[in-house]
């Protein structure tokens, strides 16, 4: 991270889950980005599928349809905002997995904003963290 347009001592390492053992990284962008926008920009990163993972392998073969979002925190699936959504359940429990870390690295990290990107398993992680 030392050549990355991020600050210094900023990226904090997403911890892979239990199972799925997704993993990523977040960090702060440049306090220009702050002056230019208003707002403490970070950018989150989810690793894509490794074939010599098993728990990687696994999130991608659960391939069957699970609700979106999930019930968390006394709230049923589902939401106003997606009626009936469905993702692959593979990876619903996989981002489900990294979800507190990463809220957690947000927060530490002071984040209003975060753009997020990932390849392969990561883009979809990357998808359902939006």
């Known amino acids: 991270c030392s050549s990355t347009a991020v600050i210094q001592g900023s990226p904090r390492f997403l911890h892979p889950g239990g199972l799925y053992s997704a993993q ?9 980005m702050v002056r230019e ?3 403490v920009v970070c950018i989150a990163a989810f690793r894509g599928t490794s074939n010599w993972n098993f728990g990687n392998l696994l999130a ?6 699970a609700r979106w979002p999930p ?5 049923p699936a589902g ?5 009936g959504c469905k993702v692959l359940a593979g990876h619903a429990a996989a981002y ?3 979800r507190p870390g990463f809220l957690k690295a947000l927060r ?4 209003s904003s975060v753009t ?8 979809s992680l990357a998808t359902l963290a939006a």
């Open 108 to 111: 530490d990290l002071g984040c």
């Open 24 to 32: 990523g990284y977040a960090a702060r962008l440049p306090d220009t």
């Open 71 to 75: 019930a968390r925190e006394g709230k």
């Open 96 to 98: 489900e997995e990294l």
């Open 37 to 39: 926008t208003g707002k």
């Open 79 to 83: 939401s106003p905002w997606c009626v």
């Open 60 to 65: 991608d073969a659960e391939i069957w349809p």
């Open 116 to 123: 997020l990107t990932g390849h392969s398993l990561g883009a």
